[in-house]
């Protein structure tokens, strides 16, 4: 089945403390994206990649990275999560960037 | 800076109308993309569009690139389109996408 995975689903965390939020997709798809949500604001990019080793900054990068090193996975770090970044997060992916986006599950994120 | 404009906010009808979803966008655009967010969170693509008309079942997605303005209609509406319809523009100088906050539907039976 075509998808895009994302784990965990929930995470509740401290201030500080580092942490992964992977996503994975199967369709060989060359354009994946991270979004949060937020109440009142609706999705805002954080990261996008282009393709394998090409990534750049979205509308609301500050404190998190990302990586690309194979096409399937696009990880989102948060070296230092910090209470403004609880949100619920969506990966998303597309064959290139004028082609539907298909997208993740979600993750919601609290950061206490 | 990139805004995206959707109306109406909140939007209640009966089962069976016909319903109106608009997007407006302020910067010259490659593509739009209409996304549909169901109540349990999930997120699925409907449309992505760069002119003229797009139909999908009851659902049809229409463009004017001159007036940066997108109508995304729903005939025969069913309670279980109830959810929310957000609007995405890719501008036309960037790589990246600026959505619109959001239409709230609720079809009721």
């Known amino acids: 089945e075509a998808q895009v995975t994302q784990n965990p689903r929930y995470l509740i965390t401290v201030t500080g403390k580092k942490l992964t939020v992977t996503c994975s997709q199967n369709?060989?798809?060359?354009?994946m994206s991270w979004y949060r949500q937020d109440p009142g604001l609706g999705l805002r990019q954080i990261y996008y990649?282009?393709?394998?080793?090409?990534?750049d900054k979205g509308d609301v990068p500050e404190g998190y990275k990302v990586s690309r090193k194979e096409k399937r996975n696009f990880p989102l770090i948060l070296e230092s999560p910090s209470p403004n970044q609880t949100s619920l997060y969506f990966c998303a992916s597309s064959l290139d960037l004028f082609n539907e986006q298909f997208f993740g599950p979600g993750t919601r994120l609290t950061v206490l | 800076k990139n805004e995206v404009e959707q109306s109406p906010q909140n939007l209640t009808a009966q089962e069976g109308e016909f319903i109106t979803i608009n997007c407006s966008y302020s910067?010259?655009?490659?593509?739009l993309h209409w996304l549909q967010q169901h109540p349990g969170g999930g997120i699925v693509s409907l449309f992505m569009l760069s002119s003229g008309k797009k139909k999908h079942g009851r659902l049809i997605a229409t463009i004017n690139i001159q007036e940066k303005h997108s109508s995304l209609h729903i005939t025969a509406s069913h309670p279980r389109d109830s959810a929310v319809y957000i609007c995405?523009?890719?501008?036309?100088?960037?790589?990246?996408?600026?959505f619109g906050t959001g239409t709230s539907l609720t079809v009721i039976p």
């Open positions: 990649s282009m393709n394998v080793e090409v990534t």
């Open positions: 910067v010259g655009i490659s593509a």
């Open positions: 995405a523009v890719l501008p036309s100088t960037g790589n990246q996408f600026y």
């Open positions: 369709m060989n798809h060359e354009y």
